[in-house]
């Protein structure tokens, strides 16, 4: 029993770092692409931002004329 726990604790103390390379690696890809999106997404809200301020202030001036 003791032998097959210690053998069990070393597996875990190996796979421990793959674990932890894989959460680093799969942690900078994906602030890279938030950065991404986050750049898209402010360009994308202030594009429908321009065009939504563009079609009131229209149709509120067609409304008055």
């Known amino acids: 029993?003791?032998?097959l726990h210690k053998r069990w604790n070393k597996s875990q103390e190996t796979r421990k770092p793959a674990?932890?390379?894989i959460f680093v690696v799969?942690?900078?890809v994906i602030i890279r692409l938030k950065s991404k999106?986050?750049?898209v997404?402010?360009?994308v809200i202030i594009l429908t931002g321009l065009f939504v301020f563009e079609?009131?202030?229209l149709h509120g001036l067609?409304?008055?004329g």
Do not use: A, I
Request: charged share 35%; aromatic share 10%; proline share 0%.
């Open 41 to 43: 997404g402010v360009r």
């Open 19 to 21: 674990r932890l390379l």
């Open 1 to 3: 029993m003791y032998k």
């Open 26 to 28: 799969y942690g900078s």
């Open 62 to 64: 067609r409304e008055k």
């Open 55 to 57: 079609n009131n202030t």
């Open 37 to 39: 999106l986050k750049l």
